[in-house]
């Protein structure tokens, strides 16, 4: 491709040349990075007790227990309690023994089940 005298007007071809090759060199990149990018499967699926305690090898009363002092980051629909993969994922490799940050209404929820009332005993 390279000539040993080039001249003003050969550059015109030659940069004409160089514009192609990059180019292939561009498209053939793309195409192997294509092929050896991995295709991401989307973990952010909410699943059930029973998937979770499958997925961990552990009991239901394993679980509820961990949900409730070991901070598993579980989202209550209703009756229900599921768990984002993607969270459960995260929790694990973190090790975490306590909660994401609370708000603070669940913070407040958390002080006031904690809370015992005695009965007040001049209103009985």
């Known amino acids: 491709m390279l000539k040993?005298?080039?001249?003003?007007?050969?550059?015109?071809?030659?940069?004409?040349?160089?514009?192609?090759?990059?180019e292939s060199l561009e498209n053939a990149l793309k195409d192997?990075?294509?092929?050896?990018?991995?295709?991401?499967?989307?973990?952010?699926?909410?699943?059930?007790?029973e998937e979770v305690c499958s997925y961990l090898g552990i009991s239901k009363s394993s679980f509820y227990y961990k949900a409730k002092h070991g901070?598993?980051?579980?989202?209550?629909?209703?009756?229900?309690l599921f768990v984002y993969r993607d969270e459960l994922?995260?929790?694990l490799e973190?090790?975490?023994i306590g909660q994401v940050?609370?708000?603070?209404?669940?913070?407040?929820e958390?002080?006031?089940a904690a809370t015992r009332h005695k009965a007040?005993?001049?209103?009985?």
């Open 101 to 108: 940050p609370l708000s603070i209404e669940e913070e407040h």
């Open 120 to 124: 007040n005993p001049k209103n009985l």
């Open 94 to 96: 973190t090790g975490r």
């Open 89 to 91: 994922d995260k929790w």
């Open 32 to 49: 192997t990075l294509v092929k050896q990018a991995p295709v991401k499967e989307n973990l952010h699926v909410p699943m059930t007790v």
């Open 110 to 112: 958390q002080m006031l």
């Open 4 to 22: 040993e005298n080039l001249t003003f007007n050969d550059l015109p071809e030659m940069v004409g040349k160089l514009c192609e090759r990059i």
């Open 71 to 80: 901070g598993i980051p579980t989202i209550k629909q209703g009756k229900h």
